[in-house]
């Protein structure tokens, strides 16, 4: 079968390895003349940034590294990246490091003590909810929640906080689906215990040569054959089945067409999709990041890799600060370091690159006069928000109307977000098409 993926993003690359590795011989089609879509790096006055601060999450467990090393080997890891340490969250000029287990949650200062028994609670009554099955919250946030459970003011923020960096929101904005769903699924109390051999809390990867090292990894060792510049105007339909797609004037015929761009594009590129279809496409809303790039001419820190994370004492977005050069000190030109702070945009750019540059001067006190480059970015950071009206589950399916083609991305079904989601993503999308070519 010839299968074509339309996008080189992550979500594309999972999808086309899947599909390479499971016999599908598919080709990338890439409109930018980069892959990685999202995952990229970039040079800037001597320095190396990526379009935002990146992780590759739950090196042990997580989609996406599960995903690698499926098909691209059990030693993936084994060179190219390094590990991000911790998170270390501060609230009133006080550090500590994000729990990773009950143990560390216990002795937290993140926490008061009133909040960590609340937070135990409310644990025990996700569990009970993701048994019940997601109809039982519909439309809930976890504010409804955490207003029961957790009293205090402090806990309540170090909550918000990861509430944001976890799904894009605050607390009351976001889907309760996101933590019981995303988080709890169908697991039981013994998964979150430790067991011999099982690793507590995986650290968090990074790929040394930066974001767009791991793109470039997915097409080199995949053997991917990805076009790029090469951007599908049309897809083929023909008695709803889809027959190719249309690239540089020229047609290229397929039988499985992958769609990796933004979704609710697609009813622009293809006739026959239902109204249904089309209504939920172009409901979906996206959400943007930005990030203050900040170069220092001489060393100003030593964080050993590990992220500083100030908590708001409102419900806005927490700033997220590591520094680059600790994972590849290439980055900046020698001696120099580079800092990256990201938040989720949401409110006025002016107001918060102020309010970012403060708290940079609270983490590196008298910084100021030792910087050689500002450089501030906003990026897409996912392309679907997953807020108490829009669950992951009211994302589009990845099988669609019309037979042979198939959605993919993070703003379709499936777990997490990012790379995470990603990976779930082409997973399911990989279940449809399989189930779908016993039947064609
Ligand atoms: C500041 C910031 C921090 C983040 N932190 C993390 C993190 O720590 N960990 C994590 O995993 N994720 C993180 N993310 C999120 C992550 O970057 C995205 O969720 C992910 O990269 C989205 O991948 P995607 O494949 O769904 O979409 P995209 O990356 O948008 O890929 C879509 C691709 O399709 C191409 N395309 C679209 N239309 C066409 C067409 N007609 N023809 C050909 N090509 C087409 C586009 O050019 C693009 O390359 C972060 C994002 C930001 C901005």
Known sequence: MKSIVIGAGMSGLCIGLILKKEGFEPVIYE???????????YRLKG??????????TRAESGELPQLMRKYLGEDVFDSGFTSHKTYNFTFRGVS????????????????????????????????????????????????????????DEKSFYFLNALCWMCSGSSLKDASLFRFVDGVIGG????????????????????PVGGLKALP????????????????????????????????????????????????SELPGLVDGL????????????????????????????????????????NLGSPHWAVFLTDLNPDFAPKGH?????????????????????????????????????KYVQVMRAEKALQDKSHPMWDLPDHRTSIRGLYLVGTDTKGYGNGGTLCADSARRCFERIREDSKVY
């Open 31 to 41: 409109k930018n003349k980069y892959a990685g879509g999202s995952f990229n790096s």
């Open 47 to 56: 320095y190396q940034i990526d379009t935002g601060l990146h992780f590759l």
């Open 96 to 151: 500590n490091p994000l729990p990773e287990g009950l143990g560390s949650l216990l002795k937290t200062n993140l926490f008061t003590r009133k909040g960590k028994i609340g937070f135990i609670r409310m644990f025990f009554d996700f569990l009970s909810l993701g048994r019940d099955g997601t109809e039982s919250y519909k439309g809930y946030s976890p504010y409804d929640y955490i207003e029961k459970y957790v009293p």
């Open 187 to 206: 697991k039981t109390m013994k998964d979150f215990l430790p067991s011999p051999g099982k690793k507590k809390y995986p650290p968090d990867y990074y």
């Open 216 to 263: 470039e990894l997915f097409v080199r060792k995949g053997g991917l054959e990805v076009k790029l510049g090469s951007g599908v105007e049309r897809i083929y339909t023909k008695q709803g089945k889809v027959t190719g797609v249309l690239v540089g004037g020229k047609r290229i015929p397929a039988d499985i067409v992958v769609y990796g761009g933004l979704v």
């Open 274 to 313: 239902s109204k249904e279809e089309i209504r939920k496409f172009k409901d979906i809303k996206e959400y943007k990041a930005i990030t203050l790039w900040v170069g220092f001419r001489e060393k100003v820190a030593d964080w050993k890799g590990e992220s500083l994370v100030k908590v708001q004492e």
């Open 337 to 373: 370091q580079l800092l990256g702070m990201s938040a989720i945009l949401h409110k006025d750019k002016d107001e918060m690159v102020r309010e970012m540059e403060q708290t940079l001067e609270e983490m590196l006190p008298g910084c100021s006069d030792k910087i050689d480059l």
